[in-house]
Nanobody
Framework: VQLVESGGGSVQAGGSLRLSCEVS????????IGWFRQAPGEQREGVAS????????FYAEGVEGRFTISRDNAENTIYLQMNSLKPEDSAVYYC??????WGQGTQVTVS
């Protein structure tokens, strides 16, 4: 399984970004995809996740109501729509599949 993130960038506080995680090598394990982030000097933390079967989604407390995770199976892509961004959202964002494969990450900077 390979995961490739994109869509990061620099925005002002209050702005929006949409991250994409393109998944190749679909297996049963890719039923679960999660978004994580890691700021400098901090541990990697979970942000949001989605299950393909049932479409169940989960959000970390600090992003619920601002971030939305979604999945386009036709495009094998998982999205993370991030609105009302705050400086504390600045981090490298990674996606993780249920096969324990990680993408290379995409940088998000909020000023």
């Amino acid at each position: 399984v390979q995961l490739v993130e994109s869509g990061g960038g620099s925005v002002q506080a209050g702005g929006s970004l949409r991250l994409s995680c393109e998944v190749s090598g679909i297996t049963e394990g890719t039923n679960f995809i999660g978004w994580f982030r890691q700021a400098p000097g901090e541990q990697r933390e979970g942000v949001a996740s989605i299950y393909n079967r049932g479409g169940h989604t989960f959000y970390a407390e600090g992003v619920e109501g601002r971030f939305t995770i979604s999945r386009d199976n036709a495009e094998n892509t998982i999205y993370l729509q991030m609105n009302s961004l705050k400086p504390e959202d600045s981090a490298v964002y990674y996606c993780l599949s249920g096969t324990n494969d990680w993408g290379q990450g995409t940088q998000v900077t909020v000023s």
